[in-house]
């Protein structure tokens, strides 16, 4: 209809707003000027309006950018060993929605499994648990879409009938 489409273009327009933003702070240093956008851009995939297929375009627009933040944290904690990758963690975790939250999480997670810096099992289930908290079915499965192909390389190889323990 006119009016989804009408919606669909305002959605990718303020997303695209909050990206320039994000990118700009990135290029410029300011971490959390640049998370808050990108939370801000996360908040367009709250959304229940769109139909399939505008909300998995919306969803490929939002992961492109969040490579670059992952690009930039990588970078960042190369050229500068002293950046807190855990106080960077703990600080997404208080994103105002739990949809932007997690998104940020599993971005800034990623960086922590190829840092390997904790235990890969550790991470994986915590997110996983926390991708739990998504209801809306088609949020739930682009989110935990991400997830997977976030985290792809990290998954354990084992036998289908080998079992998988969570950690304590």
């Not at 956008?37 to 969040?66: C, F, G, N, W």
Request: charged share 25%.
């Amino acid at each position: 209809s006119a009016w989804n489409t009408k919606l669909f273009g305002r959605t990718v327009e303020r997303c695209a707003k909050n990206a320039f933003l994000f990118r700009r702070d990135l290029d410029e240093r300011r971490l959390n000027d640049a998370l808050k956008h990108a939370s801000d851009m996360l908040q367009e995939l709250r959304t229940s309006k769109l139909s399939p297929q505008q909300y998995y375009e919306l969803y490929i627009a939002v992961v492109d950018e969040l490579r670059h933040l992952e690009t930039w944290i990588d970078a960042e904690i190369e050229n500068y060993p002293d950046m807190d990758l855990y106080a960077l963690y703990e600080r997404v975790q208080h994103a105002g929605n739990i949809v932007p939250r997690l998104y940020l999480l599993i971005t800034v997670g990623t960086v922590f499994l190829k840092k390997k810096m904790l235990p890969p099992m550790d991470i994986l289930f915590d997110l996983l648990e926390l991708c739990k908290g998504v209801q809306h079915p088609m949020r739930g499965l682009f989110l935990r879409n991400f997830l997977c192909q976030q985290a792809k390389e990290f998954m354990p190889d084992t036998p289908d009938d080998a079992p998988v323990e969570a950690p304590l």
